[in-house]
Structure formats: structure tokens, C-alpha cells
């Protein structure tokens, strides 16, 4: 069975470009979270999905938005890139709505130059 | 503000060795404590969970203890091997919202 798959696996963008990023869940996973991982701050919760729905939201501005689909797969989108956004992003699914048996992608690096 | 806070923030233990890794709470209503394990270039991977109903769950070399009263929840891995030398993770939840996590500890476990 295919585990969580995000492309792509790196991505260097300038100042004020905006960016998407893709989320491929596992097979039969409804829900999608994604997280913003970076040094010293470890994981922060941005958003997540079910069955389209986005049925929570992290503290983050509004340029971080994201999306699912009817099969599942997610993207998220970060507009106006700020030095800051620099990071790996993350993205999770499971079965249910339920933290539980919660299973990560390999992620994508996000560099802003 | 940080839900969890996390400690120690890097650890370097031998071969054989325990590492503990600690982690508290104020939020009375988190019900579901799992950690997570990364590898670098990796996702991370849930390790272990536990629910506040219990004080110890053990799989395998891994064990979490957990004290409800003091909102403090800790990872001991048993006989540690060089394969564990990993960035662990511990976090809470509350039903079906979010995982608030810790900041990470990088483990090393020397051979």
C-alpha cells in the first residue's frame, strides 16, 4: 500500500511569488492535515480537510490556504512568500476524523529566497 | 504559546543506555498523547500512544509513562541502539481536533 505522497520534494521561490504544494493521501484516507515544521518551533498545525470540507484551521495568515478534492488529494497554497515561510511542509492523512493512526509524508522543502 | 513543551531538546546517550524524553501539559482536556518518530529526509512516524486512563503502555523497547496529576507524560526507549538516534516527538490532542506537538528532541545514541 502507498503511504503519503507530496510533491514536490524541493522548491525555492523568491520574495512575494506565491506557491502549491501537493498531497496524495493513502488509499482510502479521507482526511488531510497539513503542518509547517521548522527548526526550533517543531510541528504547527495549518490546516485540515475531510471529505472536502476544511474542518479545522491552525493560526496562520490568510495567504496559507489550502484545498481537497473528491478523490482526497490536497494542496495547499502560500501567496505573497515571505523569508519566513521558509520550511518543510507536511502533510498527514487517516482514515477518520480521529488523531489517531496519523501518517506522514516525507514533506517539501520550501526555501524563500 | 507552546500546548506542549518538550525537553530535553538534544540528548546523546551509549549503546544500551535509556534515554527519557519529558513533556508536560496545561490543557486538561487533551485525551490522546502519542509520540512520533523522524528520520532525517523522513515524515515522522508514530511511535507510541497513550490515553490518560492509563499510567505506563509498553510496546516493544518503548515505553510511556504517564502521570495525569502533575500533566506530565515521558518516553524511555530500553537498551538503546544506534538505529534509535532519531528527532522524537511528543503530542496531544483532544477528540478528534488537531495534534498540538512538542518541539523535538534529537536523540544519538553512540555505538
Known amino acids: 500500500k502507498a503511504g503519503v505522497t507530496q510533491t514536490p520534494r524541493y522548491l525555492i521561490k523568491t520574495r512575494g511569488q506565491q506557491v502549491t504544494l501537493s498531497c496524495s493521501p493513502i488509499?482510502?484516507?479521507?482526511?488531510v492535515s497539513w503542518y509547517q515544521q521548522t527548526p526550533g518551533q517543531g510541528l504547527q498545525f495549518l490546516f485540515e480537510y475531510f471529505s472536502e470540507t476544511q474542518r479545522n484551521k491552525g493560526n496562520f495568515p490568510g495567504r496559507f490556504s489550502g484545498r481537497q478534492f473528491s478523490n482526497s488529494r490536497s494542496e495547499m497554497n502560500v501567496s505573497t512568500l515571505e523569508l519566513g515561510d521558509s520550511a518543510l511542509y507536511l502533510c498527514?492523512?487517516?482514515?477518520?476524523?480521529?488523531?489517531?493512526?496519523?501518517?506522514f509524508g516525507s514533506g517539501t522543502q520550501l526555501s524563500v529566497l | 504559546q507552546q500546548q506542549v513543551k518538550q525537553s530535553p531538546q538534544s540528548l546523546i546517550v551509549q549503546k544500551g543506555g535509556i534515554p527519557i524524553i519529558n513533556c508536560a501539559y496545561e490543557?486538561?482536556?487533551?485525551?490522546?498523547f502519542p509520540w512520533y518518530q523522524q528520520f532525517p529526509g523522513k515524515g515522522p512516524a508514530l511511535l507510541i500512544a497513550i490515553r490518560p486512563d492509563v499510567s505506563e503502555k509498553k510496546e516493544g523497547r518503548f515505553t510511556i509513562s504517564f502521570n495525569k496529576s502533575a500533566k506530565q507524560f515521558s518516553l524511555h526507549i530500553m537498551d538503546s541502539q544506534p538505529g534509535d538516534s532519531a528527532t522524537y516527538f511528543c503530542?496531544?490532542?483532544?477528540?478528534?481536533?488537531?495534534?498540538?506537538f512538542g518541539t523535538g528532541t534529537r536523540l544519538t545514541v553512540i555505538p
Open positions: 490543557n486538561t482536556a487533551f485525551d490522546y
Open positions: 503530542a496531544a490532542s483532544t477528540g478528534a481536533n488537531n495534534l498540538f
Open positions: 488509499s482510502g484516507h479521507r482526511s
Open positions: 498527514a492523512s487517516s482514515r477518520g476524523q480521529g488523531k489517531e493512526k496519523l501518517f
